[in-house]
């Protein structure tokens, strides 16, 4: 999937935020004391989607699909480590949605426009 995601940006409205998924050993890993993917914990993964696909400026039509998701593990939650994921994920010209993490503050630095929005129960 990695290999796949290098080959093309995301553009338009997209939406950024992170998720921790918690990774565990196959038998077989944990059997040969296999290290690293097999290690068992959270991992913080950047997720990045097409939200909100926009209008086919030539066209005039709006697709009715998302075109494409990106994952991508991060080491850190650091500014830096998210705006350089950023830097590689998305178009220059795009909109992106994010949470107000203090993480996420130089973004608007990268898009054409960043919007935040506070997560509660509502928005969430």
Known sequence: ???????????????FNKGYFTVEASEFEKDKGIRGRGVVGKQNVA???E??????IDTGKKPKHCRYFKAKVL???????VTQELKQTIEETTIVFSDQS??????A??????ITEKSDKNTT
């Open 75 to 81: 080491e850190t939650h650091k500014k830096e480590d």
């Open 1 to 15: 999937m990695s290999n796949r995601d290098v080959r093309y940006t995301l553009e338009g409205m997209i939406e």
């Open 109 to 114: 630095d990268y898009v054409e426009l960043h």
């Open 102 to 107: 203090t993480s996420y503050v130089d973004i």
């Open 47 to 49: 997720i990045t989607a």
């Open 51 to 56: 939200s909100i696909p926009l209008e086919d």
